[in-house]
């Protein structure tokens, strides 16, 4: 254990190292500092962030308290027994139990003994357990039933309370439980059908209270496993069968939790006890046994082969050595489960544009006879780009609007083009081979392997103090066809994502008084990636194309796209050999105290985040060959096979970078008994949230109020060099590979530049305050509110972005170049060198300004006991964030330059008229956008009643935010106007309803026949019901967007809408969602349109459809033995196959606009058997 004296140094030359950085004031972060080290004088940590606290008030007949009673609760699993005394106020608290079934005993002189059984303790609970002494002999007791379900009547937190029950009982496809944190109030996500079956591959999509889904935090066992530098991943993805049970925090919630502004969701592991338990699964699904995809029907195509098989097993139990160690089974026990997924998915068998059999070029042929895919009846004629006539036709000429197959001399056909055909990565048709759609599918398979190992351990060195360790290792392989993260559209190439994960936690619990208790805790998590190729991605023999650099050490294919013509594809293997290693420490220390009617606690913690992660671009480099007037030969198959690519992009080098993120925070909060019948929860929490760093600071950012207008080029110095920006504005740097253009760039940890390169934001104080009032004194009517204020822990991938800027690294873009050789022009001019990179870069920034994502959470309502076990509650519930993450486009044509906005949307060279000359793109990471949530939320929760456990929940909200996806990183549609974007959230359904229950059928249990009573007896359901509202198109994949003729000629980053010209009525049908004819194409402002050319629909003015779904699970236990016991399951998921469509065709001037593009899973079953003893 870590003396605190160690603790003051630690945290003291951390406040030294962060002022070095001037990243906070000195003497804030010593008064941070002095109040965590407080904490820590008094005997430490506070709070038990996963276990739960009883507590309660002692009186007497007449309503006096009784001061000085003897109380003790004693844990049904283990044996374990805690003691302490009620205080001068009559009051007694257990703060940091762990979670499980407890008696509480209670003695006191003149008083009957009493007794309560059967407490339920659950995860972040608070009961309060007041007793009334009768007057009378300490030989009479008095035995009381708990009930199992209780009202909240010491704390004003939103909740919802996922149990052992329903994590066993409740079917989730594929056995992922992240989709049961979505059965509360207030849960608006957009989860798949099947979620997978590994952490990094699932989604946790899900907003709370209308706040940002990447801004949740999960926690096992008090540490964090969330990847928030992975767009907010999971580490792990623990099994049902290690879960007690888990509770997601939604709102309101106590300031022993921070640096999340949206759910925080805890899960506790399964611990050991006094008895052996322990177990063997295995579940199976087969794509035989679901019904079939709707557009596979309607295409005649068969479905994609899945195969899931989980199996595994567990044992818990106490650690003893008869006679010799723990034989009273109550001092040490263990926990211990190993699982296997093996899942194979074959790839979405979806048919992809390809080149026609006859348009392959035939080795030893002088011509090349091309058909241009039987084109008709729009066939541009195929051009010599050297004469610029077209080619002679073969044959003769074909009437109007006929094809034409055109001779094109072999000798013309670029030499690395045609190898790259041969290499077959530009697939033949299957489909119409020989016709004008020719195509090709397949649908290769994906397997995913998963080993899970969970272990935990709980050790009671003495009756006061308690140790526990527990670990979870996800060892992960999965396959993608095309690659992960690529865009590529054809499966002949793809690559294999290596992640293992990891989770820690160790946790010394001391009771140093009756009164006073401390918690110290280490937590670790993290995981690697790993990305190899598969499938064709090799140069092939005798490659000779060029390159900018010669980063290419792996010898890949480069990535070839093909637009505005009849392929419009990609092939690229991605980015590899690719690694990221991401590792989360933390420590934090909670001390709690009861005093009077105060049960006060204090808490610090220190987190450092690191994430060693190579750049995500291309070093083989990247074509683009397109087609259209004034494009080489018009046509960018032609233009592909000569040689001549429209544009090339190529990054210098793969570097690693290493990040790394510090958080230092403290909390104090005091649950005042003011009176018996109310509490008070009162708090503050301070999180001091420096920007992440790159360790070596070698990372530059483009400030826009760095840049000098005197030192840039001109329109006409970059016209004059063909293009790029001249020699003589370009900087050489130390520990830089050349010369850059660096107006505006400003370098990390230099010249007075953060290390994190904005200006860090410490007004993070968060008071939380609330109340609970008791309305009746019966406990069974609790009036409840409460104001909490969140800040966010950004979660990194703002600034990983920029790791492409120079000078420290460098992507050039270059056009009309050769692919042979794309130094050269195939205009004629050559462009830069490889040790002169200079064309115009668009680059990724971060704004300097940058404060952190606040959240205010508020809420007010009633929890009423309606019968034993019975709870309802009614409340309203609201959310006001601001500084919420965006990115704006820094470097667009000013809006009243509407000439040069013409020009550039007729196709001249944006980069002559920006802002800020020398530069293309920038993109920059802003917090600039705000958002709102209003809701009436309903619960109705039943535990345990005649065999049969239940809840409903009921929504009823309006979300309102200005990003175009509700999500960090989004892109701002307007960057003049971030209100162009304002309207109802992605995440927005103004009806949700989700009803959730676990019923033991009562029937044939006692029959007269020990076959039905067997056979037919004893059986239960469970189900999952869903009934929810569709959100606007933009939180069902999709965007409302128009794509034709540029109207706004701002250089790029920017997205346009239609215009809205009548309301939109819902057909709801395939082809017709909702009545296309209620929009119409923008208008430029150069043609008298306006609003800048910008569509005047919101993103909001189409709503996605809704769900209404079931899940049912049918499951029997048949005993073997008094010990073993084996169920048999049977679970479906989308019961009665009701087809649910989810995405819409936004596009306003593509051929499917309005139409349904995919839907939700069809059918589903899910078999599945338990050996348990």
Request: charged content about 15%; overall charge negative.
């Amino acid at each position: 254990m870590i003396k605190r004296q160690k603790y003051f140094e630690f945290f003291a030359g951390q406040c030294e190292a962060v002022h070095r950085w001037k990243k906070i004031p000195s003497r804030s972060c010593l008064i941070l500092i002095a109040a965590i080290c407080m904490a820590l004088a008094t005997g430490g940590v506070a709070h038990a962030q996963t276990g739960g606290e009883i507590g309660g008030t002692i009186t007497d007949a007449t309503g006096a308290v009784v001061p000085n009673a003897n109380v003790s609760v004693t844990s049904v699993e283990t044996g374990a027994t805690h003691d302490t005394k009620t205080n001068g106020s009559g009051i007694f608290d257990f703060p940091s139990l762990q979670i499980g079934h407890y008696n509480l005993s209670i003695s006191a002189p003149g008083f009957e003994a009493y007794k309560k059984t059967g407490i339920v303790l659950n995860i972040a609970d608070s009961l309060k357990e007041d007793a009334t002494m009768v007057v009378g002999g300490a030989s009479q007791v008095v035995t009381v039933q708990a009930n199992v379900l209780q009202v909240q009547s010491e704390s004003n937190q939103i909740s919802t309370l996922i149990t052992g029950q329903q994590i066993s009982q409740l079917a989730t496809n594929g056995r992922n439980v992240t989709s049961l944190a979505s059965l509360g109030t207030g849960v608006s996500g957009n989860l798949p059908s099947f979620n997978g079956v590994t952490a990094q591959g699932s989604t946790a999509t899900l907003s709370f209270n209308g706040t940002n889904p990447n801004h949740n935090n999960w926690m096992i066992d008090g540490g964090e496993v969330y990847d928030r530098g992975s767009g907010g991943k999971l580490d792990v993805l623990p099994a049902p069968d290690v879960i007690s049970q888990f509770q997601v925090l939604a709102s309101n919630y106590t300031p022993d939790f921070g640096i999340s502004s949206g759910g925080t969701i805890l899960m506790e592991l399964k611990s050991g006890s006094k008895a052996f338990h322990g177990g063997l699964w295995e579940f199976n699904r087969n794509d035989d046994f679901d019904a079939g995809y709707y557009f596979n029907k309607q295409a005649g195509t068969p479905d994609p082969e899945l195969r899931l098989n989980i199996f595994g097993g567990d044992i818990g139990g106490p650690v003893f050595i008869p006679h010799l160690y723990n034989s009273s089974r109550q001092k040490t026990f263990f926990f211990w489960s190993e699982e296997w997924r093996k899942y194979i998915q074959g790839a979405n068998a979806a048919a992809q544009n390809t080149v026609p059999l006859e348009d392959f070029p035939t080795a030893g042929s002088p011509t090349f006879n091309y058909t241009q895919w039987n084109c008709a009846p729009s066939c541009p004629a195929v051009l010599n780009p050297v004469t610029g006539t077209p080619y002679p036709i073969v044959g003769t000429a074909a009437a109007a609007g006929q094809p034409n197959t055109y001779a094109i001399p072999t000798a013309q056909l670029d030499a690395n083009a045609l190898l790259f055909l041969g290499t077959g990565a530009i697939p033949k048709p299957i489909i119409d081979p020989t016709g004008n759609s020719p195509q090709f599918i397949s649908s290769p398979k994906q397997p995913t392997y998963v080993r899970e190992d969970t272990v935990r351990g709980d050790h009671n060195i003495t009756d006061k103090l308690h140790l526990m360790g527990s670990y979870i290792h996800d060892q992960m392989s999965q396959t993608y066809f095309p690659p992960l993260w690529s865009g590529t559209t054809y499966t002949t190439v793809g690559n294999i994502f290596a992640n293992p994960s990891w989770a820690a936690v160790v946790k010394l619990t001391q009771t140093i008084s009756p009164t006073m208790l401390n918690e110290i805790c280490f937590c670790v998590n993290g995981n690697t990636i790993t990305t190899t190729p598969q499938g064709i991605f090799a140069e092939p023999t005798g490659w000779s194309a060029g390159s900018f650099f010669n980063g290419n050490t792996d010898n890949r294919l480069p990535q070839i796209a093909f637009s505005n013509g009849q392929l419009n594809t990609t092939w690229g293997t991605n980015y590899w050999p690719w690694h990221n290693a991401f590792l989360d420490y933390q420590l934090r220390d909670d001390f709690s105290m009861t005093k009077g009617r105060h049960a006060m606690k204090f808490g610090g913690a220190y987190m450092r985040m690191d994430k060693n992660q190579q750049q995500q671009a291309d070093t083989q480099g990247d074509y683009t060959f397109q087609g259209g007037a004034g494009v080489a030969s018009q046509d960018p198959y032609i233009n592909f096979l000569l040689g001549y690519a429209s544009t090339y992009q190529q990054l210098n080098e793969l570097k690693t970078y290493h990040w790394v993120n510090n958080t230092f925070s403290g909390y104090a909060m005091d649950d005042w008994h003011a009176t018996p019948r109310l509490t008070l929860n009162i708090g503050i929490r301070y999180d001091a949230l420096p920007r992440v760093y790159e360790k070596n600071n070698q990372v530059g950012n483009f400030n826009p109020a760095a840049f000098n207008a005197a030192n840039a080029p001109t329109a006409a110095d970059i016209t004059a060099a063909n293009g790029n920006v001249p020699s003589n504005f370009l900087t050489q740097i130390a520990g830089a590979s050349a010369p850059f253009y660096l107006n505006g760039i400003q370098i990390a940890g230099s010249n007075g530049v953060a290390r994190g390169l904005v200006k860090n934001d410490f007004l993070t104080w968060q008071p939380r305050v609330g109340f609970a009032w008791d309305a009746y004194g019966a406990g069974k009517t609790i009036v409840r509110g409460g104001f909490g204020l969140f800040y966010e822990r950004v979660q990194g991938n703002d600034i990983y972005d920029i790791d492409t800027t120079p000078p420290f690294s460098f992507q050039p873009k270059a056009s009309r170049v050769l692919f042979s050789s794309p130094n050269t022009s195939w205009e004629g001019v050559v462009t830069p060198p490889t040790s002169l990179p200079s064309a115009p870069a668009g680059i990724n920034s971060i704004g300097f300004y940058y404060p952190n994502p606040a959240t205010a959470q508020f809420s007010f309502g009633v929890q009423q006991e309606l019968a034993p076990s019975v709870v309802a509650a009614i409340q309203y519930v609201g959310t006001t964030a601001w500084n919420q993450n965006d990115r704006v486009e820094q470097n667009d044509l000013p809006l009243g330059d509407i000439t040069d906005r013409q020009a550039v949307a007729q196709g001249a060279n944006a980069n002559l008229y920006r802002q800020f000359l020398g530069y293309s793109n920038v993109l920059q990471s802003s917090n600039a956008v705000n958002s709102s949530y209003n809701s009436l939320q309903a619960a109705v929760r039943m535990e345990a009643k005649h065999g049969f456990s239940l809840q409903l929940a009921y929504t009823f909200s309006h979300e309102i935010d200005s990003q175009n996806g509700s999500q960090d990183l989004d892109t701002a549609s307007n960057p003049y106007n971030l209100r162009y974007d304002r309207g109802s959230g992605a995440f927005d359904r103004r009806n949700i309803f989700n009803a959730n229950y676990v019923y033991n059928l009562p029937f044939y249990l006692h029959s007269g026949s020990i076959l039905e009573r067997q056979v037919l007896g004893g059986w239960q359901i469970s189900g999952v019901t869903v009934a929810e509202s569709g959100s606007p198109i933009n939180g069902a994949g999709s965007t409302l967007s128009y794509n034709g003729a540029d109207t706004l000629g701002l250089g790029g980053n920017t997205t346009n809408r239609p215009n809205l010209v009548s309301p939109v009525t819902y057909p709801h049908k395939q082809k017709a969602w909702f009545n296309t004819s209620a929009f119409a194409n923008p208008t430029a402002p150069w043609a008298g349109g306006g609003n800048n050319g910008f569509g005047n629909a919101g993103k909001d003015a189409v709503i996605a459809p809704g769900l209404f779904n079931w899940n049912i699970a049918l499951f029997k236990d048949f005993p073997i033995h008094e010990a073993f016991h084996l169920q048999f399951r049977a679970e479906s998921f989308n019961t009665f196959n009701h087809t649910e469509f989810n995405q819409i065709d936004g596009g306003s001037n593509d051929g499917n606009f309005g139409q349904v593009t995919s839907t939700y899973d069809p059918r589903e079953l899910q078999f599945g058997a338990k050996l348990m003893f």
